[in-house]
């Protein structure tokens, strides 16, 4: 077999071949220094979106080591409409998983029906106790903001019904909205100005070429998270962005009559969806955790799709609040009109009104690495680690800066 | 040993084996005895709780036997209480380095009960992985068994492989061991985008990586010394143990079910099966490592065939196996795995029976021990490759 | 002893530490000097194992304690001596105390005689060569004593095969030894240097040759009897951490068992040092080469204090270079059979060390 022909020559090989590797750069890893960047796909921790969970306790049933613990209690919901049955609702009281009694088959997360658990690939959560490793709900929710959107599939791979479906769904309602666009525009045509200021929903009917380019990327992140193709997804953000556009158009045009105070910033020109742009806060906050940079990036970007958000429902509240009686119009406003009531008095929108619905992130704070010392302390004293301690304190900082700011502003 | 005379039994204990204690041999005024000497539960070539008593007259074995049972988990019971999903699980765990291979026993099992057409992307991406896990696990024991003969180096450069091959079968399966990916009907998730590419690449640096083994293990004259014509194995001693796997390649039966009895797509391509011809350490080795390459052969003929199409077919939320009852038997790379389902037409099986390879294989250890000397002991412990928890289950 | 006693009547050269009138300062810069080199040049050998290891084995070896690792074996020893010292119940006590120190102070004893550079030495003795022969294998004494006291099988067939392999290996070790002795026609370690640097082949002359030339089998017998007599791999039976757990070390922790293992280091050291005066010429750089700062006896003998230091770094280079192949050959190589160790010792080392000292006896005379 393989017997070498001149005794010796075996063992100058084995040297031969150590020697080799004496030049080579090693293979090791320097962990905690360097990561690996893991496959979206690894079984690391479960995370729980708590707000999709309907306890409906499947998982906890078909886990082959019953190491879900799941408490929940009914409430009753009132009627939705006068007249209508009161339903009842399962609230979830308690949502741990035991991670030391775990075995990682990924069961739970795949008989989910709600979506509710996902797998993420963290993996340092190493405890010094075994009874330190059942985690409860907000931690697995913590770990549901490191959920990577799963990975396209390989060429030859079928596209699953629903994507098939959705692709001439979404070729359809693409159709559709184009077709409602242009007709709108040439309504609105005659009241759009050149003013650029948000108002590309309009604007952009003149050349459905163009407002076809223009995507919803919170869709889109929405869609690619789902592992919908790259087209799919777009395509599919467009509608929803063309749809958006006009909801909120309309939204606006709901407020603008008294919104004279409510909105004194220019928010019309952030809302621009703009693909690429990211929550630099959540940006910094995740790179100093040690996140990778694609991790943080796809995060990020979520983060502001989801402030941003939340800062046009917020606004579009309080300029409700205000009372605009004169929101009434079923043509789409343009930003002429806007500005057209912001010389109309205002009529009962209270002076703090605008610092109570700015949120902590449209204030923009400056920082160089400044940490918060007393949090910091306190999670040292926690045990927690430097590095966790660090981007901690670090977040305390700029939380507490931007909250400086806000006041100061407010008081102003 | 100066109390020889006055110790008739040494240290007896109520631990199995360890009632055998010194026994005064010869009449001559140079007394000399038999030592017995306990090897495991916990022991560094033992790799996992295994335990072998070894009668010593010095450095010569007189008699072997082997304790097993330490890790010993029930799975045959616990199974009987599992859905089949639960089962795919639980199996990837008794052979805890070929956890893709056990599963994919189950799934076929369930699906011949079903009778279900599996898509052939599925059956493909099953064989790319289940020749992938084969890899894994050859590389495990090639690094382990150089280790148990004190070479410390393999082991590195086979876990360096291993490295790569488990973060690419993470990146489709989301497991590093524990698989799981498989299920009845076809495999849970189809391939993420660029595997196949990285799969060819990874089967081409693992076979130029490859001369690397044959040199610094295969050629060594040391290496050479210690298990040419240690521990031979008959091919009638063989087949009479139920030894499967390579350790029966090795003494040159080319009983290998991807061949005699294809399952999956193996009847479409070529598969070689590396054959010894003594039977000895030398020649398990020997199998062991060109099944390595064996299978490089066999992905690259995967990657050439690999068919568009799903992975899965459409199952009810609960499979339930009609009533009867199947042996399933696959080629598991340490031997032949065989299952037999028998179900009553309920979620779980009725009755869950494992062939396991390990167990089967250490059946002939007190065969091979018999006469040998301590070093060679390990040495033909170590060639007749086994897992713990697929000795015991 | 001896040593203690005269450092004229025995010694050969004169010492540089021999400084002043009076006898208390030498002895205690001589002292200072053994230790110095006991407790430090192992451990860089021991980082040097390490590091070689490591890359050869594709990884890194150790990198956090002190500057790219360099610390880690002093990490290791603070660790060793914070565990706790178990010492079995059924053991030998006083004997499994005594075991470690036993193999280690031979270790020590040995430094004195190994001479680094020019006049950098404890004490050069007549029958220098004779004494570190005779030391190093008092150390197999503890580890007999040690594998016999633990009350363990593991521990006592490891014992028991040191003791074998020593016997083995003892005896083509001394005979090469004996081989250079007559060669240089002394038994003192600088008296065998100064030899290195005069000896010459017909039809070379003026070209000084070290004894590996004319003698490479025997350097070749003396690596690998003192390979196998350290239980280095791949002659480590007596440890064989996969049959024999860790041998005659299984049953000892914490602070003696980190004797045992600085043993083993010191022990790698010590016998390359021999090796280096032996065959390498001791602290000459090359054969021919005289060293920049020293004159007389071919240019290495009296040297002002940087022909000194650059004789001194010499003899650690060449050191470490045979250390690094002995760490090569652990890297590389699987661990051999204790009774195919005795036959290479018996059927080939020894009948080869026998005909090299008959060859080089009759070239000696002859010449
Ligand atoms: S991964 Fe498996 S074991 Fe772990 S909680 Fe989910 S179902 Fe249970
Ligand atoms: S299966 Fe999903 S929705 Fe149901 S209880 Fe579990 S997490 Fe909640």
Redesign the pocket.
Same mark, same amino acid.
């Given at each position: 077999m393989a017997q070498t022909s001149l005794p010796g020559t075996g063992l100058l090989k084995g040297l031969a071949v150590t020697v080799k590797h004496l030049f080579k750069r090693p293979a090791t890893l320097m962990y905690p220094y360097e990561r690996n960047e893991l496959a979206p796909r690894t079984?690391g921790v479960?995370a729980l979106m708590d707000e999709n969970c309907t306890v409906c306790m499947l &998982?906890a049933r078909? %886990?082959?080591?019953?190491?879900?613990y799941i408490d929940s209690h009914k409430e009753t919901v009132p009627p939705a409409k006068e007249g209508g049955r009161a339903r009842t609702r399962n609230v979830l009281d308690r949502f741990a998983?035991d991670?030391s009694? %775990?075995?990682?088959?990924?069961? &739970?997360?795949e008989v989910c029906p709600f979506d509710a658990?996902w797998w993420s690939p963290e993996f340092e959560y190493s405890e010094y106790t075994m009874d330190a490793l059942l985690h409860e709900k907000d931690k697995l929710r913590e770990w549901a903001d490191t959920v990577p959107p799963p990975p396209a599939l390989d060429e030859g791979a079928e596209a699953p019904a629903e994507v098939t479906e959705a692709i001439a769904k979404a070729e359809k309602e693409l159709e559709a909205a184009a077709q409602k666009e242009a007709d709108k525009a040439a309504a609105a045509e005659a009241a759009t100005t050149e003013a650029k200021a948000g108002g590309s929903g309009p604007k952009k009917a003149d050349e459905p070429k163009v407002a076809a380019g223009e995507i919803d990327q919170e869709t889109y992140d929405a869609l690619i998270a789902e592992g919908k193709s790259e087209r799919i997804a777009r395509s599919k953000a467009k509608a929803a962005y063309v749809k958006k556009e006009k909801a909120r158009l309309k939204a606006e045009a709901d407020a603008g009559g008294g919104d004279a105070e409510a909105a004194p910033t220019p928010k019309a020109a952030d809302i621009k969806v703009e693909a690429g742009q990211i929550d630099q806060e959540t940006y910094d906050a995740l790179i100093a955790e040690g996140k990778t940079e694609r991790m943080a990036r796809a995060k990020a970007k979520a983060a502001w799709v989801k402030k941003e958000k939340a800062r046009l429902a917020a606004e579009a509240e309080s300029a409700a609040g205000a009372g605009a009686p004169a929101g009434e119009e079923a043509e789409p406003p343009s930003p002429t009109d806007a500005a057209g009531s912001d010389q109309a008095p205002s009529t009962d929108a209270p002076a703090e009104e605008p610092a109570a619905t700015r949120k902590l992130g449209d204030v923009h704070v400056e920082g160089t690495g400044e940490i918060d010392q007393e949090t910091y302390d306190a999670l040292i004293a926690e045990g927690k680690s430097e590095r966790i301690a660090r981007a901690k304190a670090k977040a305390a900082w700029v939380k507490k800066a931007k909250q400086a700011k806000l006041d100061e502003e407010g008081g102003a | 040993m100066s109390d020889l005379e006055t110790t008739e039994r040494v240290l007896p204990s109520n631990a199995p084996g360890e009632d055998v204690a010194f026994e005064i041999l010869g009449d001559g005024d140079f007394p000399t005895a038999e030592m017995s000497l306990s090897i495991g539960p916990a022991h560094p070539a033992t790799h996992g709780v295994f335990r072998i008593v070894l009668d010593l007259d010095g450095e010569r074995v007189r008699g072997a036997r082997p304790v097993i049972g330490y890790m010993h988990r029930g799975f045959e019971k616990l199974a009987e209480y599992r859905d089949y999903r639960q089962i795919a699980?639980l199996t990837n765990r008794h052979d805890w380095l070929s956890g893709f291979c056990n599963e994919l026993g189950v799934a076929i099992a369930v699906e011949s009960m079903l009778e279900l057409e599996v898509p052939d992307r599925a059956q493909w991406i099953r064989m790319l992985m289940a020749e992938w896990n084969r890899i894994l696990n050859h590389l495990m024991f090639i690094g382990s068994y150089a280790l148990e003969l004190g070479a410390i180096t393999p082991m590195f450069y086979a876990f360096r492989e291993r490295e790569d091959i488990q973060h690419l079968m993470e990146s489709a399966t989301g497991g590093r061991l524990h698989f799981t990916y498989n299920q009845p009907g076809g495999v849970k998730i189809d391939l993420p985008k660029g595997f196949l590419k990285r799969s060819a690449e990874i089967s081409k640096v693992t076979r130029e990586r490859f001369d690397d083994y044959v040199d610094l293990v295969l050629g060594n004259e040391i290496f050479q010394g210690r298990t040419v014509g240690v521990g031979p194995l008959p091919q009638d001693v063989a087949l009479s143990l139920g030894i499967t796997g390579p350790t029966l390649h090795a003494t040159g039966i080319a009983e290998d079910s991807r061949v005699t009895e294809p399952y999956l797509k193996y009847g479409d391509i070529d598969v070689e099966v590396p054959l010894g011809e003594n039977g000895d350490a030398f020649d398990r080795f020997y199998v062991l490592l060109h099944r390595i390459r064996a299978s490089l052969d066999i992905i690259d003929q995967i990657h050439d065939h690999m068919p568009a199409g799903p992975v899965n077919s459409k199952l009810p939320k609960m499979v339930k196996a009609p009533e009867g009852a199947i042996y399933v038997r696959t080629e598991n790379p340490l031997g032949q795995l065989g299952y037999w389902l028998e179900s009553d037409g309920g979620r779980t099986p009725w009755r869950f029976k494992m062939r396991t390879p390990s167990f089967s294989n250490v059946q002939a250890i007190p065969y091979l021990m018999q006469g040998a000397l301590l070093p060679d002991a390990i040495s033909i412990l170590g060639s007749v490759f086994f897992v713990v928890g697929d000795i015991d289950r | 002893m001896t040593v203690l006693t005269s450092t004229t009547a025995l010694a050969q050269a004169p010492s540089i530490l021999d400084v002043g009138d009076g006898v208390v300062l030498p002895i205690l810069l001589k002292v200072a000097l053994v230790l110095g080199l006991f407790f430090v040049v192992p451990l860089v050998g021991g980082y040097l194992e390490h590091k070689v290891m490591g890359r050869m084995q594709n990884r890194r070896g150790p990198v956090e304690a002190g500057p790219f690792g360099s610390l880690q074996l002093v990490a290791d020893g603070i660790k060793f001596i914070q565990k706790e010292d178990i010492i079995p119940r059924a053991a030998d006590k006083p004997m499994f105390a005594l075991a470690p120190g036993l193999a280690l102070v031979p270790a020590l004893l040995v430094f004195l005689v190994i001479p680094l550079g020019p006049g950098v030495f404890a004490v050069d003795l007549e029958l220098g060569l004779f004494y570190a022969l005779a030391i190093t294998s008092i150390s197999v004494l503890g580890i007999l004593l040690g594998g016999w006291a633990s009350a363990n099988k593991f521990s006592l067939i490891g014992g028991l095969r040191a003791g074998a392999q020593l016997i083995a290996y003892e005896l083509p070790l001394i005979i090469t030894a004996i081989t250079v002795a007559v060669m240089a026609g002394t038994l003192s370690l600088v008296g065998i240097v100064e030899a290195q640097a005069n000896f010459t082949l017909p039809g070379l002359e003026g070209f000084n040759l070290w004894f590996v030339f004319p003698q490479i089998v025997g350097f070749a017998i003396f690596f690998v009897a003192a390979m196998a007599e350290l239980s280095r791999p791949p002659f480590d039976m007596p440890i064989g951490d996969s049959e024999l757990v860790f041998g005659y070390m299984t049953e000892y922790t914490g602070i003696k068992f980190a004797m045992f293992l600085l043993t083993e280091y010191a022990g790698m050291i010590t016998m390359s040092a021999l090796m280096v005066v032996l065959f390498l010429g001791g602290w000459q750089i090359l054969p021919g080469v005289a060293t920049p700062g020293c004159e007389g006896a071919a240019g290495i003998m009296s040297c002002d204090p940087i022909g000194i230091a650059i004789s001194v770094l010499v003899t650690l280079a060449k050191i470490m270079g045979l250390v690094f192949l002995m760490v090569w050959a652990r890297v590389a190589y699987p661990r051999l059979r204790e009774d195919q160790l005795q036959r290479i010792s018996w059927l080939v080392l020894v009948p080869l060390s026998l005909a090299n000292l008959a060859f080089v006896t009759i070239l000696t005379v002859v010449l």
């Open positions: 079984r479960i &998982c078909e %886990c082959p080591d019953w190491c879900i998983i991670f009694l %775990c075995m990682y088959c990924g069961i &739970c997360v658990l | 699980a | -």
